[in-house]
């Protein structure tokens, strides 16, 4: 409800903003217009509090931190998988098989990361997003060099997505256990 009320004002506040301001292309009545545009950063406030409530809510961590856990291990297993036959994999067909086997997965540990902020602190969440973002660039490299049949790309960066993937596995497990 409070979430509701929120972002009506912030609509409101915008509505009428925008109409006080098209009154008179040369004039704007302040007297009028600033307590209005207050309005609307009392509901931006509200939002992002509401937000950042809900984000810290134990039900919604929990979920989250099942999701990142699963998915950071579903893309280690898959890419283990892929590294073992990379070369058997035509070059052309190597995009086809990260879509089928990691995209769901790395949507779902992106949905989820930013929990990882009220988890742990704010370095480990960068120490293991930093790992994740560095695998996942170079998972959009082998996706690029497939399509552009580059052979000795496709094979180098799988090997290097993989070690990218294990270090933030490594460093999730450590926040986890430090987390209790």
Excluded: C
């Excluded at 950042?52 to 890419?79: F, P, T, V, W, Y």
């Excluded at 997965?105 to 009220?118: G, I, T, V």
Aim: without cysteine.
């Amino acid at each position: 409800m409070m979430n509701k009320l929120a972002k009506f004002l912030v609509v409101a506040a915008f509505l009428a903003g925008a109409f006080l301001a098209s009154l008179d292309p040369l004039k704007i009545d302040w007297f009028t217009f600033v307590p209005v545009v207050l309005a609307g950063v009392v509901g931006i406030i509200l939002v992002k509090y509401q937000e950042s409530l809900h984000a810290r809510s134990d039900e919604r961590l929990a979920g989250h931190r099942k999701d990142l856990e699963e998915s950071l291990g579903n893309i280690l297993h898959n890419l283990e998988e892929l590294e073992g036959r990379k070369d058997k994999v035509p070059t052309y067909e190597m995009r086809f098989e990260i879509d089928r086997l990691l995209r769901d997965d790395l949507d779902r540990f992106a949905d989820a990361r930013d929990s990882m902020k009220h988890l742990f602190d704010l370095k480990t969440f960068a120490d293991i997003m930093s790992s994740f973002a560095a695998g996942e660039r170079y998972i959009n490299r082998v996706w690029s060099a497939s399509t552009d049949g580059y052979v000795d790309e496709v094979l180098t960066y799988v090997e290097k997505a993989l070690g990218q993937f294990r270090q933030a596995r490594i460093d999730f497990e450590k926040a986890m256990a430090a987390r209790g």
